[in-house]
């Protein structure tokens, strides 16, 4: 993989597992907290997507109508997955959740790549990619019975993890074949995001007023930690193919596992750091593939 392609990864790894860990300090958030993350990121991302819109459009002509067909569809994905990742994590520990979510994501991305779109990486990269694979199924204890929120948290990571899988494969399509601005693609998102999720939380005012007075620093943290990790993985995505970028980027998953054990007191730190190794293991070979 470029080495470029490899700093974008590791730097969207260490803002995603922050995220993560800012969402499940308010797990009983909701589609509200989803709601207000995407108002503020929407707020701090639009001024430059404007000047992106702008840009383009001056140089040459009107803006292309598969931009705002891959706005409209992205939008959807991700407002899919980041309200059943909150009700995820509501439910289920973030040790349970999370490894399950970033799991089934990439192993689904690099059959669908090598499937669909035709990508072939080299014998090292796979070896890479079932090792990135195999080490977040031992940190997240799959068929293991530690923990009651294993059970209740499942099928929420499994769900996640079908979500990520869509929206890899959907947003390469858009920054790559579509040409869009990684920025324009992620400010329409959430702007997408808002306005489906608007007249929710407008019913709700009270609540929502509630909930930014007790958790803005997590609020304003997910606003922007969350929207930089993707846009990170999408430049990546424009150096290397994705069935090397969507399993090299859960590298968070060691993160997060150990933000959860030190920082929310999650169980079984042994099972996290062999993981870990075996994670580390297979995004060298991603790396070297």
Known sequence: ???AAVALVVGAAVAHAGWNLCAKRVADGGALFVWLAAVWSAIFQLPVAVVVVVSAAATGGSIPATWWLAVVVSGLIHTGYFVILQRGYAVGDLSVVYPLARGTGPTLSVIAAIWLLGE??????????????LGIWVIGGLGSSAGGSWGTGVGYGLACGVTIA???L???HAVTALAVPPLVLMAGSSMFETVVLGPYALARRREVGALWREHKVPILAVAVLSPLAYLLVLF??????VSLVAPARELSIVLGSIGAWLLLREPDPARRLVGAVIVLAGVAGIAAG
């Open 1 to 3: 993989m470029h080495p």
């Open 120 to 133: 072939r990486p080299g014998p090292v990269a796979l070896a890479g990619t079932v090792a990135v694979v």
């Open 166 to 168: 869509t929206y890899t």
């Open 170 to 172: 959907w947003d390469a």
């Open 236 to 241: 990546a995505l424009r150096l290397a193919p």
